[in-house]
């Protein structure tokens, strides 16, 4: 796997496409591994996109006693392996950004596995292909870090400077997720 | 194993056993490119894959276009004739269902004229089919009553283009261009939600530093990261555009070449829009003075700017004015018929554009020729070999058609493809003349609100089992491929006009065997109008994704920049808008005290008759709702969930309410996909703008009451 997945929160318009298309994807028995939210409904239109961080040291995995989350050698954090899974949800409370979810019809985990048959051969997931304002991409490192270079020069140029109390006005616009 | 499909780079996935069949999505003007996947032994529709090589949308998809293959074999489709008997719909025989509508037509045009028939059509159907619409009415049942719901969605803008470009093409320049404008000034468009594949253009060009300017009363979207807010009161929105053009007068940022030589009025204009100040301006639309100059300012400086707006402004009695007005804004800069910049509307309907160009308007002959031309209409009888005699007169609009319900004119309606039991305002008036009808047939996929009061119900195709053409909103005609065959004993709506054609004797003016048959004569009927598709074939569309009308020969390629060298009119000059800002047909009274407007979600698109058949898109918006600032709520005593009833003069329904601060604290806001007695078009205002006949559905007076 070359790419990334890209997140611009910023771009965000709250319409779950990546949601709906998340359930198109592989085996995923039209359930959504991934999800939009609201920042504050009250204050603002302002929605963000969440999906598995892909984390280095994945919490999900360090607290499962059965050791069924696998990660492969990309770096993708899989959904837990069925004949493995234990059904005890350490990994749903354990995750920092609650992307595991449980199925209590099927007895087990299921998360956001980056789609990893499509990830695997360079195609975008279907969350990152349709998302109509790009907050969602999947792109190669050295695009991704061009894109930051840029918006943070467009941030200086608009004197847009994340100020205390106010950082959910400016959400951490991107942040790029390794697979190295 | 899988196997990947590589076009310019970039990778489909198609699963073994399965092939992808491209085509574009059913539901808005956007007409997003997508591949449909159908599994190849049994040919049903499985899912749906990115379509990355269309110039449009780039395989983007919004929630609605990404589920929208679920529609098609939907278990409540409609699969056979329904007929009504004692009030509840039995399965029936084509040869019943069509026997009785024999009857019924022939019994009531012996009994009261041809013109006690009529005609309800849509514009989510392909052209071919918008083009039988206005045949068969005319042609075939011989009535004058004939209209569709583009009066509910486009007909202010069609009206604003006409008088001010002399051309109706909803957007003067192709969308991919929008990527290099350095302004959007967008009004009355809730663009990520009711577009939201646009917003990619619009998000690339702020990457490069455009700046956006949003006018609407709610905190929408994109108006969340514009440059400037201008969160004006429902129904002033021709103050704000005469406010803009006095500034844009008085700072100097008026393009003096070009109006001089391209657009008439323009001394008028200056003097019309004089009173206009800032400060004016901000008494009648609410926004502050400071905004309203710091717009003029961006707008003025831009060198390539957009204007454009959607059914906000439009749909208002005064739609048609706010339309030129804001087009008049685009030519003081000298912007129209040039690189990156224009004025473009939204079309909220898949073939809005295609639809009102081929004769279903009761004024219009195809090719947006007008009826009441005898030219025109010597033209097309001798398209369709009739004689000029028998094409029936000029009609009424959608929502004027029941008024000629309730006086007993209109006896029958075919509706086809639409559903104004919940789209048209005054909803109640509506149901009450379907059941004021002595025959209804309508022709739908599924039973629609409008269908349940049918007496015969034909099922018709669903967009994914026919071809065709459409054309989007940039005016790129389009081919929409056949995916699946017809579910269950469904037929394409050319199908059933031919057999209601066969049983009124007139079988010979439908001679067709397929959709292209229809193409190919529709090509000759547009041919010398206005909107002249005789250049366009189904193989250059193919091969040159989509051609862009006018294109009047085949050598012609096509038009994707309006207006390069002049305008639609006489004398080739466009008109500015002159015009005065007038209150809109309804305001706040004591009894009445706030404004009520209505939109989109982005989960459901128009009356919801397919996308609330959709567990996702019901799952994230299942019912309608109230949205309100917390400072007018807290004067009654509102909590976030609590239940209010609505009251205007027309009718009351009651809705939850949802607080928040991105909405004008003198307005609320209700989603309207949804029927019955949740269909708040009970409640909206039926007054028409005089030209375009389009209802007030975006500003009424409203009273709230806690429950």
Known sequence: MNKIMYLEFERCIGCRACQAACRECGDHDAKERNYVEYVDFMESRQTYPMLCMQCKEPACARVCPANAIQITEEGVVLSAMEEKCIGCRNCTFGCPFGIPKFDFEENKMYKCDMCYDRTKHDIAPMCASVCPSEAIRFIDFDEMQALRRRRTQMNLVEGKKPKEGNKWEYVPEFFGVYSD | MSVYQVKDGVKNLIKPGEKLITTHCCYCGMQCGMHIRVNEKSGKVVGVEPRYDWPVTNGKMCPKGVTAYQTIDHKERIKTPLIKKNGQFVEATWKEALDLIEENYKRLQREHGKDALSVFGGVSMTN????????????????????????????????GFMKTFGIDRGSTLPWPELEHTDCFFMAGTNTAECHPTSIQWLWKAKDKGAKLIVADPREVPTARVADVHLDLKPGTDSALANGMMHLLIKEGYVDEAYVA????????????????????????????????????????????????????????????????????????????????????????????????????????????????????????????????????KEGVSAYEMFDEIQRGKIRAMHVICSNPAVSAPNTEYIWDGFKKLDFMVVSDFFLSETAEFADVVLPATSWAEDEGTTTNLEGRVIRIRKVVEPIGESKPDWEIFKMIAERMGKGHLFPYNNAREIFEEFRIASKGGKADYYGITWERIEKEDGVFWPCPSEDHPGTPTMFKEKFGTPDGKANLAVVKWQEPGEIPTPEYPHILTTGRVVFHYLSGSQTRRVDFLMEQCPLPYVEMHPELASQYNLLNGDKVKLTTKRSHMELEVRLTKAIRKDTIFVPYHWGKELAVNQLTNPALDPTSRMPEFKVCSVKIEKI
């Open chain 2, 261 to 392: 030589e391209r657009c008439n009025n323009y001394e008028e204009l200056k003097d019309s829009v004089r009173k206009y100040t800032p400060k004016y301006t901000s008494e009648i639309t609410g926004v502050a003075e400071e905004k309203i100059i710091k717009a003029a300012h961006i707008f003025g400086q831009s060198p390539k700017s957009v204007v454009m707006f959607a059914r906000g402004v439009e749909q208002q009695t005064k739609g048609v004015d706010n339309v030129a007005l804001y087009s008049s804004m685009a030519l003081l800069r000298g912007q129209v018929g040039k690189f990156a910049s224009g004025v473009a509307t939204f079309t909220g309907q898949g073939n809005g554009q295609g639809g009102r160009e081929h004769g279903q308007k009761a004024d219009a002959l195809p090719g947006y020729r007008k009826i009441n031309d005898p030219e025109a209409v010597k033209y097309i009888s001798g398209v369709w070999g009739i004689n000029p005699s028998e094409m029936p």
């Open chain 2, 128 to 159: 071919e089919k918008c083009y039988l619409v206005g045949k068969y009415a005319r042609a075939v049942l011989g009535t004058r009553y004939i209209d569709y719901n583009g009066r509910f969605c486009m007909s202010s803008a069609a009206g």
